[in-house]
């Protein structure tokens, strides 16, 4: 059984830098597509970045240039390196993985692995 626990959320001023983590248990494996999602209150979960491990990726719109989805297959790690951060960018990140192709990266419904989340907070 496959597990996944977010790290690193926190509170940072618009312009600032964070880094998640999405640690694995078990065995990945080569063949899963990871990706993140984030959930404002009131809103539905929505696709941030997603990635394979031939190193496909594919961005969000409201994130491309900003926001960058790496994946280190030895430690069975996730990561998304957030920079210019806006206030819109504001709720709880979740990682997510499949072992097949997602279709549609950025719907909820293609993961059936989640982790529990981490809260990012960007003030103005």
């Known amino acids: 059984q496959v597990e996944l626990a977010e790290s690193g959320g926190g509170s940072v001023q618009a312009g600032g830098s964070l880094r998640l983590s999405c640690a694995a248990s078990?065995?990945?494996?080569?063949?899963?597509?990871m990706a993140w999602f984030r959930q404002a209150p009131g809103k539905e979960r929505e696709g941030v970045a997603h990635i394979h491990s031939t190193g496909i990726t594919n961005y969000a719109d409201s994130v491309k240039g900003r926001f960058t989805i790496s994946k280190d297959n030895a430690k069975t790690t996730l990561y998304l390196q957030m920079n210019s951060l806006k206030p819109e960018d504001t709720g709880t990140y979740y990682c997510a993985a499949t072992l097949f192709y997602p279709d549609n990266w950025y719907l909820p419904s293609e993961y059936d692995l989640w982790g529990q989340g981490t809260q990012v907070t960007v003030s103005s």
């Open positions: 078990g065995y990945i494996a080569s063949r899963y597509w």
